[in-house]
C-alpha cells in the first residue's frame, strides 16, 4: 500500500503544509486528526457513490 499519496492529498488539497502545534504531543494529535478527517471524507464518498448506485438500481 502506497501512503504517499494520502500525504500529497493532505499536503496539497488539505493544505497541510506546516504543523499549527508545539510539541511532539500536539503534532502528533494535529497530525491524527487530519488523517481522521481524510478518512470521513473518503468514507462519505464511498457512502454517498453507494447511494447513488442503490438509488439507480432501484429506478431500472
Known amino acids: 500500500m ?4 494520502a500525504f500529497g492529498i493532505l499536503k496539497q488539497d488539505r493544505g497541510m503544509t506546516r504543523f499549527r502545534r508545539r510539541g511532539l504531543k500536539g503534532v502528533k494529535m494535529e ?3 487530519n488523517c481522521l478527517g481524510l478518512n470521513l471524507y473518503k468514507y462519505h464518498l464511498f457512502w454517498l457513490k453507494q447511494r447513488a448506485n442503490n438509488l439507480m438500481g432501484k429506478l431500472n
Open 31 to 33: 497530525f491524527l486528526l
Open 2 to 5: 502506497q501512503v504517499e499519496g
